[in-house]
């Protein structure tokens, strides 16, 4: 369990979101002491950082920033408030995304890999021409053998 730092409330090991507050949760990472090496002589470090600027000609970042939702905005649609959390991995979700199994709310992307989908039935079967035919020939025999019949008697 992965406890919230900002509310307190216990979340699953595999939740990304508070389920209670809905704010990011971090895992603890295990710290290992050991002992002290003796420290070594550095340099004195000044107080501040000095900036290059920019020359003429030099590589321009190109890279795109990522987009990060704010807290209470759905995962999927940022412009949109969530109304639900997901019940599996804790992204907040908007009304528009939020996918009911039973009593949990899922994103999208929860609800097609945990919620098995329904096999579609066999298609009905087809017509069996072969048992057509047969029938229409009895029929057209015992026509043909009542006209020869009835011609035959008169």
Sequence with gaps: MIECTKCGTKNPKDAV???NCGSPLEEKETVTLRPAAPP???KPVPGVK???????GA?????????IPSIGSCYYHPNLLAAYLCSRCGRPICRDCAKAHGDLIFCPQ????AVPQPVAAPPPPGINWGLVAVA?????VAAIGF????????
Excluded: G, H, N, Q
């Design 110 to 113: 929860c609800y097609a890999t």
């Design 147 to 154: 006209v020869t019949w009835w011609l035959l008697a008169l």
């Design 59 to 67: 590589p321009v970042s190109t890279a795109v920033p990522t987009r």
């Design 136 to 140: 229409v020939a009895i029929v057209a």
């Design 17 to 19: 979101y508070c389920m």
């Design 40 to 42: 070594a002589v550095t």
């Design 50 to 56: 000095v900036v290059k600027p920019i020359t003429p």
